[in-house]
């Protein structure tokens, strides 16, 4: 099993960044794909950004050109870089990873970030 570890959360205004990491530890040999997740308050938890070892990467449509998502070479953290904050960007962002085709049922505690003026 594979655990995570988010951090990099915090206040911002609109239109500031953050940088947000996960550090994951456990089986990450068997990761071949990193993923961010959000949950605002009320809403489901959504997928962000996915990236794999291969290094493709996927975006939700709406933060297209603002996110990017990394991951290290040792292939046991994973970034997401948030540049153009908004409100609606408020949430709970998590990491997870994907062994097989499978993405992991336990989550961390993620880190908060709230976009506000």
């Known amino acids: 099993q594979v655990q995570f570890v988010e951090s990099g959360g915090g206040l911002v205004q609109p239109g500031g960044s953050l940088r947000l990491s996960c550090a994951a530890s456990g089986s990450t040999s068997s990761i071949n794909a990193f993923g961010w997740y959000r949950q605002a308050p009320g809403k489901q938890r959504e997928l962000v950004s996915t990236?794999?070892?291969?290094?493709?990467?996927h975006y939700l449509e709406s933060v297209k050109g603002r996110f990017t998502i990394s991951r290290d070479d040792a292939g046991n953290a994973a970034y997401l870089q948030m540049n153009n904050l908004k409100f609606e960007d408020t949430a709970v962002y998590y990491c997870?990873?994907?062994?097989?085709?499978?993405?992991?049922?336990?989550w961390g505690q993620g880190t908060r970030v709230t976009v506000s003026s």
């Open positions: 990236i794999t070892n291969g290094g493709m990467t």
């Open positions: 997870n990873a994907r062994i097989g085709y499978r993405w992991g049922d336990y």
